[in-house]
């Protein structure tokens, strides 16, 4: 089946620094989407992606399709603690999954003040 | 309004009880997810209702049971549960239902169930 290879793993970063994570796949997704998730809750959308190159925003957050569609990334700028959690990237829509969403391993961020 | 409600919060049940964990969503979706989800890892799709029909089922063990008793409620009924059992359980839900090849819908989560095994 398809994975998704999402990095790096985990990130230790102060109070204002910008945050960058990503994913790449093998093979080709459809929609890319961003989740994040708070300790104890469910994930929460931040970011859907549904075009080849295309570049969205959501308050700090920016996120980009990669043009050959195996890849997006995830930038987080002027960091703030609430920005601590695991984010999860999925792929959807793909060869051969269909509506299934394949998620990355997640990125455990924690923001020191 | 994207918002999924799942009921109770926590559950800690013995490994001879049966329980059953509530998903609600009001925003005419059709197609709503039962998801597992263990610490630090991604979640793990149980269970997809398309249209209140049981579309895919994951090689969940029989213990679980899912149930859609109209277009806005999914139950998960558990029975004979083991300590592995113990994880988050998730219910999502989008709008469109399932179809095949390459179409996408965007799923949103509900908060979760942590549940407890002992």
């Known amino acids: 089946g398809q994975q998704l290879n999402q990095s790096p793993q985990s990130m230790f970063i102060q109070e204002g620094e910008d945050v960058s994570m990503n994913c790449t796949s093998s093979?080709?997704?459809?929609?890319w989407l961003w989740y994040k998730q708070d300790p104890g809750e469910g994930p929460v959308l931040l970011i859907a992606?549904?075009?080849?190159?295309e570049l969205t925003s959501n308050g700090r957050l920016t996120a980009q399709f990669g043009i050959t569609r195996k890849d997006s990334f995830l930038n987080i700028s002027a960091s703030i603690p609430s920005d601590v959690g695991i984010y999860f990237c999925?792929?959807?829509?793909?060869?051969?999954?269909?509506?299934?969403?394949?998620f990355g391993e997640g990125t455990q961020l924690t923001v020191n003040p | 309004d994207t918002e999924v409600t799942q009921t109770p919060k926590h559950l800690v049940m013995g490994m001879t009880n049966k329980k059953s964990l509530k998903c609600e969503q009001h925003?005419?979706?059709?197609?709503m997810y039962w998801y597992k989800q263990k610490a630090k890892k991604p979640p793990e799709l149980m269970f997809v209702?398309?249209?209140?029909?049981?579309?895919i089922n994951e090689s969940v063990p029989s213990r679980f049971s899912p149930e859609c008793p109209n277009s806005s409620l999914l139950n998960l009924h558990l029975h004979a549960l083991q300590p592995e059992d113990s994880a988050l359980y998730l219910c999502?839900?989008?709008?469109?239902?399932?179809?095949?090849?390459?179409?996408?819908?965007?799923?949103?989560f509900g908060p979760g169930t942590r549940l407890t095994v002992l």
């Open positions: 999925a792929g959807q829509g793909g060869e051969t999954s269909g509506s299934r969403l394949t």
């Open positions: 925003m005419g979706h059709r197609a």
């Open positions: 209702y398309s249209y209140e029909k049981l579309s």
């Open positions: 999502a839900s989008s709008r469109k239902g399932l179809a095949g090849g390459a179409s996408t819908d965007t799923q949103y």
């Open positions: 093979s080709i997704f459809n929609t």
């Open positions: 992606l549904y075009k080849a190159g």
